[in-house]
């Protein structure tokens, strides 16, 4: 697999550009605790990760729950995960700048498919230098008209939107649900992002990395 070349990449966002698990995770465990809700470690890796807010809403409160309660519970979940975010030093994933600069060098096209919503991805904007390789307006996120992950339809987007066939393009994730929607989106090749040190059992396949460096840029063409 590593032997050919790929024409365009596809990231995921959060957990794989922006190591910023344990910050939604902290968020989501103050909303819990704010709704008195619990979930067993194995129950929260299940529901939470790598899924959109309004999936993850449903697994909680039930299928039933009102679109209105969805964009109040989402907005509240998000405030908290925002203001976490600022009192820390927020930065991009290790390695990665450079490697953003060799794909954009190479002309190779490659942008984001984020399960997160517009308004962090405004603030994820404002507060990182992704404006040096990415148009925020040719991003792919949850707009609320496409299904989460595992299904494929926020890679399926991307990949149609650089124009390069899905057995072409390398994507990049983190979470199993994310990975899952590579797969299903018939991506030619996936590299694993461990950001979390999270069980990558079931991926030992493929390139498993902790770091870009780990990342061959002479891959893409």
């Known amino acids: 697999m590593m032997n050919r070349k790929y024409t365009g990449v596809v990231f995921d966002f959060n957990g794989t550009l922006f190591w910023d698990t344990p910050l939604h995770n902290k ?3 103050i909303f819990l605790k704010e709704h008195n809700l619990y979930l067993s470690d194995d ?3 299940r529901v939470i990760h790598g899924k959109t ?4 809403l449903k697994e909680l409160f039930g299928e039933d729950i009102s679109d209105a309660k969805v964009v109040a519970y989402t907005g509240e979940k998000e405030a908290l995960y925002r203001q976490l975010c600022l009192k820390t030093e927020i930065r991009l994933a ?3 700048e450079s490697f953003l600069d060799c794909l954009r060098d190479k002309n190779v096209p490659f942008t984001i498919a984020t399960a997160s919503g517009k308004e962090n991805l405004n603030f994820y904007f404002e507060h990182l230098p992704l404006k040096k390789w990415f148009d925020l307006d040719k991003v792919v996120y949850d707009d609320g008209t496409m299904r989460g992950k595992p ?3 926020l890679y399926e987007k991307a990949m ?3 124009g390069i066939q899905p057995e072409e393009v390398t994507v990049f994730e983190d979470a199993n649900m994310g990975l899952l929607a590579a797969k299903n989106a018939g991506a030619g090749n996936i590299i694993v992002v461990n950001s ?4 990558y059992s079931d991926w030992a396949a ?3 990395i902790t770091n870009y460096n780990q990342v061959d840029c002479a891959l893409f063409q």
């Open 151 to 153: 299904h494929p339809d």
């Open 160 to 162: 149609k939107l650089i």
């Open 94 to 96: 290790p390695g990665v």
């Open 196 to 199: 979390n040190d999270d069980d």
């Open 27 to 29: 968020a989501w465990n």
């Open 206 to 208: 493929y390139q498993i």
């Open 53 to 56: 807010n309004k999936d993850i």
């Open 43 to 45: 129950d929260f890796f």
